[in-house]
Nanobody, 122 residues
Framework: QVQLVESGGGLVQAGGSLRLSCVAS????????MGWFRQAPGKEREFVGA??????RTYYADSVKGRFTISRVNAKNTLQMNSLKPEDTANYYC?????????????????WGQGTQVTVSS
């Protein structure tokens, strides 16, 4: 089993920055990739970005490319969010996958954090 604990959400004005962290524990040696997803009220959960546990290759949704950056140091995965927009407002979830599969599909991520709220005011 893998446990994920997120932190760092909050309220920020448009154009500002926030950093989310996700610390993994347990059987971290089994992780192939870690991802970030978000879900706004009334909308489906969507892919934000991901990073391969080994090698550090990153993937981003078009909506955040150039503004968000994912990095990992040991068991801590960080989502740096810059130039935030009101449409980035959502509950953000960290996830981990044991599989080398479609990086943007939430179905391949078998471990999830509890979520952290990000609110961007205009």
């Amino acid at each position: 089993q893998v446990q994920l604990v997120e932190s760092g959400g909050g309220l920020v004005q448009a154009g500002g920055s926030l950093r989310l962290s996700c610390v993994a524990s347990g059987r971290t040696f089994s992780i192939y990739r870690m991802g970030w997803f978000r879900q706004a009220p009334g909308k489906e959960r969507e892919f934000v970005g991901a990073i391969n546990w080994s090698g550090g290759r990153t993937y981003y949704a078009d909506s955040v490319k150039g503004r968000f950056t994912i990095s990992r140091v040991n068991a801590k995965n960080t989502l740096q969010m810059n130039s935030l927009k009101p449409e980035d407002t959502a509950n953000y979830y960290c996830a981990a996958s044991n599989y080398n599969d479609i990086y943007y599909s939430q179905n391949v991520y078998n471990y999830w954090g509890q979520g952290t709220q990000v609110t961007v005011s205009s």
